[in-house]
């Protein structure tokens, strides 16, 4: 068993028996985004023992939010729309229901509420994966253009193992079919910006779950 696989069987993922049973995507959401999340806290302190420095990323950072190229997937979209109609109560919910209904395609993520990130257990794959070093993103700023060696993500490893765990979703189930879909890049392929859903859509299953 190699640090990966012993990290991942001594720390479960986050539990919902109750949603889990109920919807049979959600587990394989949750496994993913547990692959991932292991993967990092295991490769992102390599990564700032080797740059001799912490991430700029941290709670409150969002400038990353205000520009919305976030890629999804509708694995993930199924994911945001159980957590904001659920799960969310009270003030952060009324705020959000606002925002998604305001939501334009030129406007930052919906999600983002006073500077954090309201649907934060659920957020997609690329909020969870990619890392800024040096100093924090400036406004608006691509990092991908300005400063690509700042940018940090996890291994392909881990990359491969997300892929795998979701690929189900896609009726994609022999092993030898989910490598191939992983190498061809197909959930990159089947992604699109975030910023192009129509939010109001989301805004409308939470006013169905208020009454
Ligand atoms: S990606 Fe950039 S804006 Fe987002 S948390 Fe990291 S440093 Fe801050
Ligand atoms: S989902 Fe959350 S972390 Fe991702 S861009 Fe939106 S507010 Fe930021």
């Not at 049973?21 to 993967?39: E, Q, S």
């Amino acid at each position: 068993m190699n640090r990966y696989e012993e990290k991942l069987k001594k720390s479960p993922r986050p539990k919902y028996p109750f949603d889990e049973a109920k919807y049979d995507w959600l587990p394989i959401l949750l496994d993913t985004y547990h692959i991932v999340d292991i993967g990092i806290s295991i490769e992102l302190p390599e990564e700032e023992k080797r740059r001799g420095a912490k991430t700029a990323c941290h709670e409150g950072c969002s400038n990353c939010c205000l520009n919305p190229i976030v890629p999804i997937t509708p694995l993930e979209l199924s994911g945001i729309s159980w957590y904001a109609s659920e799960k969310l109560m009270g003030d952060l919910r009324t705020t959000l229901k606002k925002q998604l209904l305001n939501h334009t395609k030129t406007s930052s993520c919906p999600f983002l509420v006073d500077a954090l990130c309201a649907i934060y257990p659920l957020r997609p794959l690329a909020c969870r994966q990619f890392f800024v070093f040096n100093k924090p993103c400036g406004w608006k700023e691509d990092i991908s253009k300005t400063r690509p060696h700042d940018a940090w993500t996890h291994s392909r490893s881990i990359a491969r193992r997300a892929a795998i765990a979701m690929l189900p979703f896609y009726s994609i189930k022999k092993r030898e079919e989910q490598i191939k879909a992983f190498e061809n890049g197909y959930i990159a392929e089947i992604a699109k910006p975030m910023h192009r859903f129509p939010w109001e859509q989301i805004y409308k299953i939470m006013l169905a779950f208020d009454h």
